[in-house]
């Protein structure tokens, strides 16, 4: 489910002392505990279908307009084999339920369409005996990775999850000032660069070695989001992972995508997949697009499921990628 999460507890007898000089091969003994669901302060779901921005926005979608599907799901980045494999399969199901109405079509089209973007392995990755946890964010910058930093810290924190944010992206003040901004409002410990233009895989190990000696759980690193020299971003992220996993493994690393850029996200995804090992994708500003075939594209592409969807610019407003949800949106029910 989408806001599930297991509040983790520290067993004192099987954890000992920890200070900031050591570097344990083993943090703590995790107990993992009863699940809660629907944490939305407001108390109520995140749902996030009503952002989408339907593809049928002032278009019909019966019988006689089921050969517009493809060029509707053209324009919505599904890429053309997908959109051509989508059509087919809404026209058998059709033919075989006698389904001519819209909303008989939009249903059938809702299933296909939760079929396409299903993928396992979405959620995060917060299993294992070894604390602190550890999270690389990625992405280009102006793409919301600060915000989604922010939006996920709180979220951890309302299931009793200790984070320290580690302000990596040291090359741009504003990126280390934003973070600093979001840490406060969620309640994280920050660790920034000392100096300006500090070595960004030096704030990574402090932001470890924090987390290590105040038994926090999860370590957030924000990195800088340079796309024009590859080869320069490969090495930095390897450098922040080979310090990092000096001390402990890299348990995710979330890719951050502006929805609004279609197919120019996915160039961004195709280059760090091949330079940052992603293991998820953050999907920001879904509220503002109707392509939301970048979705399938990722996934079928890359085999990167999206975990994240970002639709405003709240602490509260984001949520967990599900399949169902997400087609429920794209088509207008």
Same mark, same amino acid.
């Given at each position: 489910m989408?806001f599930?999460?297991?509040?983790?507890?520290?067993?004192?007898?099987?954890?000992?002392?920890?200070s900031?000089? #050591?570097?344990?091969?083993?943090?703590?003994?995790?107990?993992?505990?009863?699940?809660?669901?629907?944490?939305?302060?407001?108390g109520?779901? =995140?749902?996030?279908? =009503?952002?989408?921005?339907?593809?049928?926005t002032?278009?019909?979608?019966?019988a006689d307009? @089921?050969? #517009?599907?493809?060029?509707?799901?053209?324009? /919505?980045?599904?890429?053309?084999?997908?959109?051509?494999?989508i059509?087919?399969?809404?026209?058998?199901?059709?033919?075989?339920?006698?389904?001519?109405?819209?909303?008989?079509?939009?249903?059938?089209?809702?299933?296909?369409?939760?079929?396409?973007?299903?993928?396992?392995?979405?959620?995060l990755?917060?299993?294992?005996?070894?604390?602190?946890?550890?999270?690389?964010?990625?992405g280009?910058?102006?793409v919301?990775?600060?915000?989604?930093?922010g939006?996920?810290t709180?979220?951890?924190? $309302?299931?009793?999850? #200790?984070?320290?944010?580690?302000?990596?992206?040291?090359? =741009?003040?504003?990126?280390v $000032?934003?973070?600093?901004?979001?840490?406060? =409002?969620?309640?994280?410990? !920050?660790?920034?660069?000392?100096? $300006?233009?500090q070595?960004?895989?030096?704030?990574?190990?402090?932001? %470890?070695?924090?987390?290590? /000696?105040?038994?926090?759980? @999860?370590?957030?690193?924000?990195?800088?989001?340079?796309?024009?020299?590859?080869?320069?971003?490969?090495?930095?992220?390897?450098?922040?992972?080979?310090?990092?996993?000096?001390?402990?493994?890299?348990?995710?690393?979330? !890719?951050?995508?502006?929805?609004?850029?279609?197919?120019?996200g996915?160039?961004?995804?195709?280059?760090?997949?091949?330079v940052?090992? %992603?293991?998820?994708?953050?999907?920001?500003?879904?509220?503002?697009?109707?392509?939301?075939?970048?979705?399938?594209? @990722?996934?079928?592409?890359?085999?990167?499921?999206?975990?994240?969807?970002?639709?405003?610019?709240?602490?509260n407003?984001?949520?967990?990628?599900?399949? #169902?949800?997400f087609a429920?949106g794209?088509?207008g @029910?």
């Open positions: 989408a599930e999460w297991f509040k983790k507890k520290r067993s004192d007898e099987s954890m000992p002392p920890v900031a000089a #050591d570097t344990p091969v083993t943090h703590a003994t995790v107990e993992q505990t009863h699940a809660v669901a629907e944490v939305a302060k407001s109520g779901s =995140r749902s996030f279908a =009503r952002r989408i921005r339907s593809l049928f002032g278009q019909l979608f019966d307009h @089921i050969d #517009d599907l493809e060029d509707i799901l053209l324009l /919505a980045d599904f890429g053309v084999d997908a959109s051509a494999d059509v087919a399969s809404v026209r058998k199901q059709a033919t075989a339920a006698g389904a001519k109405t819209e909303s008989e079509l939009k249903a059938i089209l809702v299933s296909v369409l939760t079929q396409s973007l299903e993928v396992p392995n979405r959620e990755n917060l299993t294992g005996d070894q604390l602190p946890y550890v999270f690389l964010v990625v280009v910058n102006g919301g990775k600060t915000t989604t930093i939006k996920l709180a979220w951890l924190a $309302e299931g009793d999850w #200790d984070v320290v944010i580690g302000a990596a992206d040291t090359f =741009r003040a504003a990126a $000032e934003q973070v600093a901004t979001w840490a406060a =409002r969620s309640g994280a410990k !920050l660790v920034g660069p000392k100096v $300006e233009g070595d960004p895989a030096s704030v990574a190990f402090e932001a %470890v070695e924090t987390a290590v /000696a105040s038994e926090a759980d @999860i370590v957030i690193i924000d990195t800088a989001g340079r796309l024009q020299n590859k080869q320069g971003l490969m090495d930095e992220l390897g450098k922040i992972r080979r310090v990092v996993e000096k001390t402990v493994p890299v348990t995710e690393v979330l !890719l951050v995508l502006d929805a609004t850029t279609g197919q120019n996915l160039a961004q995804a195709k280059a760090f997949a091949e940052a090992n %992603v293991t998820g994708v953050v999907l920001t500003k879904v509220d503002g697009t109707a392509k939301g075939g970048i979705v399938y594209s @990722i996934q079928r592409e890359l085999g990167i499921p999206v975990k994240l969807i970002g639709f405003g610019e709240g602490i407003d984001f949520a967990f990628f599900e399949a #169902d949800e429920r794209l088509v @029910i």
